[in-house]
């Protein structure tokens, strides 16, 4: 960078700056004793052409960039975070849509608990006719059919997926109901300062009552 600034510079060019000892110096070319600090250039009439800054240490120019690179993470967050809200409020324009989706969502979670209990009770009645069907070897279990083993262990293994799919259907009705209170939260507020405008409006007076006030 600084091999940039002590290129030959035109010949009307005018550098001056204040050293480290206080010394104010005037060349035709960049002051290599300056090179910590602000420079400037200067016209000939003795306007400030350009203020060229102090060359940064290598530790000063990776602070900068790091610095630099920051602040376009948050600069991007926060575009990221408007677009987000441009599309819930999109989305759910009043109260009314947003709980009539959350209440759609429910409803398909409870039918899918709905089924799945209905498939346990089938189960359930399958498991006490193979119960009664084992009563018959009670005496000697080692006696009983490898087909109903098979449909005792089958019958027992359906039963627990069925139990863990409502399991987990509970577990989704807590997710989607945490979801939705935590976009009615944000929306809440998003609504709030797409009212405010309108209400401002609202309460200003208008130029025609202004004029009749007059």
Known sequence: ?????????????????????GRRLTADRPI?????????EL????????????????????????????????????AEEKKRELALLTRYPDRAAHDKERATALVLADNAIAAARKNTGDLAAQRKKLSVELEFYKGDPSKV??????????????TEAQERFIANQDNEKKRIN????????????????????AAAAARAPSPTSSSAAR
């Not at 059919?145 to 359906?158: G, I, M, Y």
């Open 145 to 158: 059919p490898a087909q109903l083993k098979r449909q005792v262990e089958e019958n027992q293994h359906h």
């Open 178 to 197: 945490a979801r939705f209170d935590e976009e009615l939260a944000k929306l809440k507020a998003l609504w709030a300062q797409r009212g405010a405008p």
């Open 43 to 78: 016209t000939p009439s003795g306007t400030v052409k350009r203020k060229i800054g102090p060359v940064l240490t290598a530790q000063e120019r990776a602070a900068e960039e790091e610095k630099a690179r920051k602040a376009a993470e948050e600069r991007s967050r926060l």
């Open 32 to 40: 290599p004793e300056c090179i910590d600090r602000e420079q400037r």
């Open 1 to 21: 960078m600084w091999g940039g600034l002590l290129a030959p510079a035109c010949a009307q060019a005018i550098y001056t700056c204040v050293d480290a000892k």
